[in-house]
């Protein structure tokens, strides 16, 4: 079955899915975007993303001419439409086609695009094994907090990561220390504690990444926002990523190191079995 796009007000088949070359989001990356998982058919935390795709979006002063009430039902039409079980919805939002000029076109209608794409899990091996990852010095901008459609530092570090045979890798901000995954946040559990970057414009506030702090705290694990150091997180009993996709994920290896016994360890398995509780209570 073809896919089908919600493109600016109409649903049409993959094939027939296009904007104008002269959309913003093409000439500038100029916009926002939010992914989130159906479970089973159900959303889940859909009202979150769609909470912070309103918030990436009056951030970059985009005004969006549609509700969360209808851009929550335009996800649900596009999950129905496209029979929609384990997969995601991807949700872009440019600021609208206009001749190319930096600066922001007036009478601009923003261009909405909602599509289904097969979630990327990782795979069995990956999560028996756990992630191996490289670091990499973060060359990103000082707006790591808005989801924004320009994700071109993202692209080549995940590039880097392919290039070096590895999973994925770990930001390491100058003077800032480790502050994320290449698209997932980190966490890494010590003397019975759970550490993670606080939320600053260096990291991207994770709706997993929430959900796993409450999760952790479920758990009766002690949670600590804190800047995090690379000697710090290789010294960690375990290390795990979070994110839509990963959901809880392990590290066990950074930069051909070994973190705690080198295999995926306990806690990040209770974490992930107790946020997949969560899924379940919603999405089945
Ligand atoms: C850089 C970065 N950090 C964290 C996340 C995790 O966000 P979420 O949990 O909302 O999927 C993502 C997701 O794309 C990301 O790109």
Redesign the pocket.
Known sequence: MERIFFINGHFVPASEAFISAEDRGFNFGDGVYE?VHWYNSQPFLLEE?IDRLIESAHVIRIELPWTKDELIEIAKETALKNNLQDDYIYMQISRGKAVRQHSFPVNIKPTLVMNTQPSAKPSDEVRQKGARVITLPDIRWLH?DI?ALSALA?VLAKQAAKDHNVDDVLYDRSGVGIV??????IFYFKDNKLMTPPLSPY??P????GKVIEVAYECNFEVEEKVLSLPEVLEAEEVML????LEVLSVTEINGRKIGAGVPGPIAYKLWQTYMQHVKEACY
């Open positions: 992914v993303h790591c989801k993202n994320e995954g290449g698209s997932s946040n990291i991207f994770g709706i997993t990444r979070a994110s839509t996709g």
